[in-house]
T-cell receptor
Framework: EPEVTQTPSHQVTQMGQEVILRCVPISNHLYFYWYRQILGQKVEFLVS????????KSEIFDDQFSVERPDGSNFTLKIRSTKLEDSAMYFC?????????????FGPGTRLTVL | DAKTTQPPSMDCAEGRAANLPCNHSTISGNEYVYWYRQIHSQGPQYIIHGLKNNETNEMASLIITEDRKSSTLILPHATLRDTAVYYCIVRGPSGSRLTFGEGTQLTVNP
């Protein structure tokens, strides 16, 4: 069964450093998402991406964040200058087509630790 | 998207049915009810969705009341692997993001 994959599974970085989290969505999917979950808190939406542009973003997704689909398979989240409060699990998700009936498939997540 | 209310926690004996309630009294006519679950910090997993009719798949059944103001997710024969946080999410057809609440922590006991 096709699945969303994410790399790395765990990323440790120093505050102020740039990090890139990578995702490979399911191959025929058209909509891509990033969510994050700070330890012990709710899963929070960051951004959605369709047709090579951001279609929606939350207030969390400020200028420090960017997303890109550099080729036909990868979808990346870049954090330009990491802060301690960026430590969280980051989940990528994808879905196909349009309509409410298209569920989102989530990857296993990348645990980001900012020291 | 309409707000949902779920109990913070529930327990269920292994092999018994788990019935997880959700209130969504402000749901509008074109909004769907989705259920996802998250097993211990793994990525959320889609379970089922519905608009107004009851739905069943290989994982669960979804019962939506006639006025659509509440629903119940039923896991017919809960196993220890069903221990997870279950999220009820209401979303319109034009919406894209999923808004996760606190969910219900279901603990299946041996």
């Amino acid at each position: 069964e096709p699945e969303v994959t994410q790399t790395p599974s765990h990323q440790v970085t120093q505050m102020g450093q740039e990090v890139i989290l990578r995702c490979v969505p399911i191959s025929n999917h058209l909509y891509f998402y990033w969510y994050r979950q700070i330890l012990g808190q709710k899963v929070e939406f960051l951004v959605s991406f369709y047709n090579n542009e951001i279609s929606e973003k939350s207030e969390i997704f400020d200028d420090q964040f960017s997303v890109e689909r550099p080729d036909g398979s990868n979808f990346t989240l870049k954090i330009r200058s990491t802060k301690l409060e960026d430590s969280a699990m980051y989940f990528c998700a994808s879905r196909t087509g349009t309509g409410a009936y298209n569920e989102q498939f989530f990857g296993p997540g990348t645990r980001l630790t900012v020291l | 998207d309409a707000k949902t209310t779920q109990p913070p926690s529930m327990d269920c004996a292994e092999g018994r049915a788990a019935n997880l309630p959700c209130n969504h009294s402000t749901i509008s006519g074109n909004e769907y009810v989705y259920w996802y679950r998250q097993i211990h910090s793994q990525g959320p997993q889609y379970i089922i969705h519905g608009l107004k009719n009851n739905e069943t798949n290989e994982m669960a059944s979804l019962i939506i009341t006639e006025d659509r103001k509440s629903s119940t997710l039923i896991l017919p024969h809960a196993t220890l692997r069903d221990t997870a946080v279950y999220y009820c999410i209401v979303r319109g057809p034009s919406g894209s993001r999923l808004t996760f609440g606190e969910g219900t922590q279901l603990t299946v006991n041996p």
